[in-house]
DNA sequence: GCAAAAGTGTTCCGACTACACCCATGC
DNA sequence: GCATGGGTGTAGTCGGAACACTTTTGC
């Protein structure tokens, strides 16, 4: 094991004070221009002031670390059906440059959150002083902090759960062609993993995806029939282990 | 990141304060009684003096968070191949009954670890203060804090490790028979998971168990190969979508 | 008609299930 | 021999991969 101190009562070190915050990665699909997207904020304040980065808040008294993580959100962006789930801690000594300052001063640890939320459907609160938007992932810039690290942590989940969870239907909108949904599924997971009309058959029989008779003509080609997330008959197949692929 | 606190700076409340405990899940199997173990210690100090609870320390100055996790372990036991993985983060305020005596102290905060080892291995510590053992997961006794969820938590961890990754070898004896591992499995996933032939023929076409030619017999019946589990073998199958079963 | 996109079907093949059966040992 | 546990084989079945084909639209 490394690291292994050993310990003489007198010899040991005291206990560190943490200020706790959070960070949320936030990701949305531009199905438009197939991009994974992540919400960033411009810091308006030291350290690293100017500096793009998660949205992210310290804990206050009496406050969750869920409530914080929601509360920072809340002040940032608008959107429905937002469910954050937690990805990590990061709490190493030396991540925050104002634990320099003072030798005697904090800790900063930092608990990280995820969601995946519907990109036209979001929408950014200006508040006038702080930058707000929402990044492809390929284009990110440099980043405050650790907030690289842990946005590549979120990003392996993301492609996790969308293979065994059915958040793609989060961002989809209400009513969505089995070409959106196959569409969706390359854009974060990248080309050939599955075919589509294996994609459209294996989706079709797990049976909780309805057809709501409507199709939708766009441009050029045979209309597609809009299909709806049917979340009761999905229930029973909750946390069995299913793949989407 | 941390920081981000828009308007009114007046009405908002101030920043909490936290001490930062980390709480270990360690699972073993004793083999012999076919139980998943899970070790305690029996606290020494206020609160909850004397209940039972997961090994955990808090944090201190200087210190990571896995370096403290890895300290209060090397306290307690002395096993090889000993590696934690991250859990979760509880950390909702008044989990902690110290958090009430006095309304401006400290939060407490627990970022839980999980680990699995080998049980014949695992040599306890008795430092004559406080106690320590291995409780089987059926007969548990009451745990300080929050403790009982975060073992729930960790438990449903080590059965999805089990399937998904070779941590089982991390709890075998250097060499074993394909009966042990699957009386393994069945301990802890319990009965049903798989036919015995199937596993075995699944297990050995993976092609990371190397045949060691040793034959060992136990009692009547025809003798059981002993086998290795082959690391190099297996690397290029790590991170694949790997099912053991 | 032709291109384009949606949707259906079919064949091949590998993997898992469920068993039946053979093998080597203790007593 | 026979009970006991280890180990091998096989027939049936299910599901995914690959790909050809049909349908319905815009132009």
Redesign the pocket.
């Given at each position: 094991m490394p690291g292994r101190r050993t310990k003489k009562p007198d010899t040991q070190r005291a206990l560190a004070d943490f200020k706790v915050g959070v960070d949320n990665v936030i990701f949305s699909v531009d199905t438009d221009q197939n991009r994974v997207m992540v919400l960033l904020v411009m810091r308006d304040k030291a350290p690293h002031l100017g500096d793009w980065s998660l949205p992210g808040t310290l804990v206050r008294e009496g406050e969750s670390l869920e409530d914080a993580a929601y509360r920072v959100l809340a002040e940032k962006i608008r959107v429905s059906n937002l469910y954050l789930e937690q990805l990590f801690t990061f709490g190493g000594p030396h991540r925050d440059p104002r634990e320099a300052v003072n030798s005697y001063g904090s800790r900063y640890l930092s608990v990280s959150y995820f969601a995946l939320v519907r990109f036209v459907d979001a929408e950014l609160i200006a508040d006038g002083v702080s930058g707000i938007a929402w990044f492809p992932l390929s284009q990110l810039p440099d980043l405050a902090f650790d907030h690289h690290e842990i946005l590549h942590y979120g990003y392996q989940r993301l492609r996790n759960k969308l293979a065994y969870s059915p958040i793609a239907f989060d961002v989809l909108p209400e009513l969505f062609?089995?070409?959106d949904l196959y569409q969706l599924y390359t854009t974060v997971l990248g080309e050939g993993f599955?075919?589509y009309?294996?994609f459209?058959?294996?989706l079709?029989?797990l049976g909780f995806l309805a057809d709501t008779g409507i199709?939708q003509?766009?441009?050029?080609?045979?209309?597609?029939?809009l299909y709806r997330f049917d979340a009761d008959a999905f229930a029973p197949l909750k946390d069995k282990p299913l793949v989407f692929?």
């Open positions: 062609t089995l070409g599955a075919d009309s294996n459209r058959s294996r079709l029989k199709k003509s766009r441009g050029a080609g045979r209309p597609a029939a692929i």
